[in-house]
């Protein structure tokens, strides 16, 4: 591993002052806290299986649907190596079990 850091001139929002940005007045880069929680198997429907059980049991935690905005597949086809990565993309609010604490609050 490298000891050479490099700096970033990050702006508020966390993006490069360098990026390019879209040019239209309803255009956007938008700030959406979601987060991946990954489940990884050597067999796809058990990956698959986990991330399922894993949702319902949050859900059923939350009280309310989880708010998944992306499932992303990857894999490793290497000979010993082999694996596939389900990645469910969640609001990180939702994790964080602001939904509950809220209907704490309203409750007390």
């Known amino acids: 591993m490298s000891d050479n850091l490099v700096e970033l001139q990050l702006d508020e929002a966390g993006l490069s002052g360098d990026l390019p940005r879209p040019g239209g007045p309803e255009d956007e880069i938008q700030d959406v806290p979601f987060r991946p929680v990954v489940f990884r198997d050597d067999d796809l429907p058990t ?45 990180e609010e939702d994790l964080a079990g602001a939904p509950v604490a809220r209907r704490k609050a309203e409750g007390s």
Do not use: F, M, T
């Not at 399922?52 to 649907?65: H, I, K, N, S, V």
């Open 47 to 91: 990956a698959l299986s986990r991330s399922a059980e894993w949702l319902r049991a949050a859900q059923e935690w939350l009280g309310e649907p989880l708010d998944v905005i992306a499932i992303h597949l990857d894999y490793d086809d290497r000979a010993g190596a082999a694996y596939y990565e389900v990645k469910l993309l969640c609001n």
